[in-house]
């Protein structure tokens, strides 16, 4: 038996899906609920993760962007300043007066995290080693969150959740890592 919603002259989109056509129903709120939730439910998990990649890898690299002086890149301002990256003199004092983090001394955390919020965000941004970036950010996210920072709880928690994404899911296919998984699969079968 055929729904109604599968006849021509009653689907408001006659050139899409059945899916979308049988949800989509015109003036009704649930179906245009529905049909809302059906395209969304399209979106390439591929995208997602690159736009989780782009963003959270921005995050870091603004932050370590803060502590060092002599190099300076910017995508979006078109900021640049290419020389020889050095531990700025307020990121060493951050670490001393504000962050104190235990069992690590001022003079190791800083040029440490500074080196950490370069490292991963471009190995994020293209997509190699997701997995290993994803969890050395989550680390330094939790580390924030439990010694630094405990009232920042909700943005560190999104943080948390786009990096655990690409932890579960990996990086999608507009990524290195999809790259060499293809190479080495090819290689191996043939």
């Not at 015109?26 to 809302?36: D, E, R, T």
């Not at 507009?174 to 043939?190: I, N, R």
């Given at each position: 038996?055929?729904?109604?919603?599968?006849?021509?002259?009653?689907?408001?989109?006659?050139?899409?899906?059945?899916?979308?056509?049988?949800?989509?129903?015109?003036?009704?709120?649930?179906?245009?609920?529905?049909?809302?939730?059906?395209?969304?439910?399209?979106?390439p998990d591929s995208?997602?993760?690159?736009?989780?990649?782009?963003?959270?890898?921005?995050?870091?690299?603004?932050?370590?962007?803060?502590?060092?002086?002599?190099?300076?890149?910017?995508?979006?301002?078109?900021?640049?300043?290419?020389?020889?990256?050095?531990?700025?003199?307020?990121?060493?004092?951050?670490?001393?007066?504000?962050?104190?983090?235990?069992?690590?001394?001022?003079?190791?955390?800083?040029?440490?995290?500074?080196?950490?919020?370069?490292?991963?965000?471009?190995?994020?941004?293209?997509?190699?080693?997701?997995?290993?970036?994803?969890?050395?950010?989550?680390?330094?996210?939790?580390?924030?969150?439990?010694?630094?920072?405990?009232?920042?709880?909700?943005?560190?928690?999104?943080?948390?959740?786009?990096?655990?994404?690409?932890?579960?899911?990996?990086p999608g296919v507009?990524?290195?890592?999809?790259?060499?998984?293809?190479?080495?699969?090819?290689?191996?079968?043939?």
């Open positions: 038996m055929s729904h109604p919603a599968d006849s021509a002259d009653t689907q408001p989109f006659p050139n899409s899906s059945p899916l979308i056509g049988r949800f989509c129903g015109v003036g009704k709120l649930a179906g245009l609920i529905q049909c809302f939730v059906g395209l969304f439910s399209h979106l995208l997602i993760a690159l736009i989780g990649r782009f963003s959270i890898a921005a995050i870091f690299w603004k932050s370590g962007q803060t502590k060092i002086d002599g190099f300076a890149v910017d995508l979006i301002s078109g900021q640049f300043s290419l020389g020889w990256p050095q531990l700025s003199d307020s990121a060493l004092a951050l670490f001393q007066d504000e962050y104190r983090l235990p069992l690590i001394s001022p003079e190791l955390a800083a040029p440490m995290v500074a080196f950490a919020e370069h490292f991963f965000p471009v190995l994020l941004l293209i997509g190699l080693a997701t997995r290993f970036s994803a969890t050395a950010l989550l680390v330094m996210t939790l580390t924030i969150q439990i010694f630094v920072y405990p009232d920042a709880y909700p943005t560190h928690g999104v943080w948390a959740s786009v990096l655990l994404i690409l932890i579960a899911r990996g507009l990524s290195v890592d999809h790259l060499l998984a293809k190479y080495f699969a090819t290689k191996s079968a043939g």
